[in-house]
């Protein structure tokens, strides 16, 4: 089968030759796999024969000013679209550190929301044209890559202190950001599908928990939140495409939500922050695809996580309705050969 076969078959609950392998790993897990003998020309998913998605991404950014502000050997501080000043390590798997935000009261979002115009050259109209047919004729699965909610906001805009006080003090500024991201993005992405470039599902990263719990009550997910998810779920079940939502930490106490306004795919599952996958499939397993739930702290014990992978994917795989991954992304600890034990023991445990 192909990796879209395999797809519709998880997103509309029915069994297919196995469950569909993606994943994503650092840079520094790239490098490793190279120096241990994975060919540096070769993709990585094609190495190990596993399933491979397309993403088609638009610029919804203000377009501030991008420049770099100050360079060294170990760091480099520069600006973004978005109006952040971020300081990027040259190490690899480094993490960005934020050090100032330009849109950090409703009077600076009003001139960011302004500069949110919606010219054509947002799209990547060359990039579609030179590779969309070769997509469908490999039978990879399409997805297009919106950008909005709670976590993009927070993270690549205004900071987080300053959105979860606004949540609370000012909810119709935060709400029309939220609705502002969603609504370029539903413009962009409706005039590549006019355009005739198809996508089989809409995916968005919205970060919504951390260990144990979180960012903020069920009430206010509901008040703020909860609105925006559905449109974008109904925008996408308009097309007859799927609605899948990324949200790392411990959502659970959302569940019941997510569901009820049309997501029909959520990942990573993140174990080690309190999510239950089999709990998950036993309560919804009719109706949410699940994606990830595979604790990526245990990638690097050989024996660890193929006990894992042998316990919870015949679980998870029953009447169709899961993608294997990692909880959130492989780690540089994951050897070539632990990899290639995962990728096995996946294949064998998640086979029809």
Not at 180 to 190: I, K, M, P, R
Not at 229 to 246: M, N, P
Not at 254 to 263: H, K, M, R, T
Not at 318 to 339: K, Q
Request: contains cysteine.
């Amino acid at each position: 089968m192909t990796t879209y076969e395999r797809f519709d078959r998880m997103f509309t609950h029915r069994e297919a030759d196995r469950v569909p392998i993606i994943d994503s790993p650092w840079a520094g897990t790239i490098r490793r796999w190279q120096n241990e003998g994975m060919p540096r020309n070769v993709d990585w998913a094609d190495y190990f024969g596993i399933d491979k998605v397309a993403g088609i991404g638009v610029d919804i950014t203000p377009r501030y000013e991008q420049k770099v502000l100050e360079e060294t050997d170990r760091y480099v501080i520069s600006t973004t679209p978005w109006g952040v000043t971020l300081k990027n390590f040259k190490e690899l798997d480094s993490t960005p550190e934020f050090l100032d935000y330009k849109v950090n009261t409703p009077e600076a979002w009003a001139d960011a929301k302004a500069r949110m115009t919606l010219e054509d050259d947002r799209i990547p109209w060359k990039m579609l044209k030179d590779n969309y047919e070769r997509w469908r004729a490999e039978g990879l699965w399409v997805q297009a890559n919106f950008w909005f909610g709670f976590d993009v906001t927070h993270s690549w805009m205004a900071g987080t202190e300053t959105v979860l006080i606004a949540m609370l003090e000012e909810p119709e500024w935060v709400k029309d950001m939220f609705n502002t991201y969603l609504d370029s993005c539903v413009a962009l992405f409706g005039r590549i599908w006019d355009a005739g470039y198809r996508f089989d599902s809409i995916n968005w990263p919205d970060d919504m928990g951390y260990k144990g719990t979180t960012f903020f009550s069920k009430e206010m997910y509901r008040d703020l939140l909860r609105p925006v998810h559905k449109r974008a779920a109904d925008w996408a079940h308009e097309r007859g495409v799927y609605a899948h939502l990324h949200s790392c930490g411990n959502v659970m106490t959302l569940v019941d939500d997510l569901v009820e306004v049309g997501i029909d795919c959520l990942n990573p599952l993140e174990v080690k922050a309190g999510m239950d996958p089999i709990g998950l499939k036993q309560k919804y397993g009719d109706r949410l695809t699940l994606h990830g739930g595979i604790n990526a702290v245990l990638w690097d014990d050989r024996d660890a996580i193929v006990g894992a992978i042998e316990e919870t994917v015949p679980v998870l795989k029953e009447n169709g309705g899961y993608i294997f991954s990692s909880d959130h992304s492989i780690p540089n600890s994951v050897s070539l050969e632990n990899m290639k034990a995962i990728v096995e023991t996946v294949k064998q445990a998640g086979r029809y």
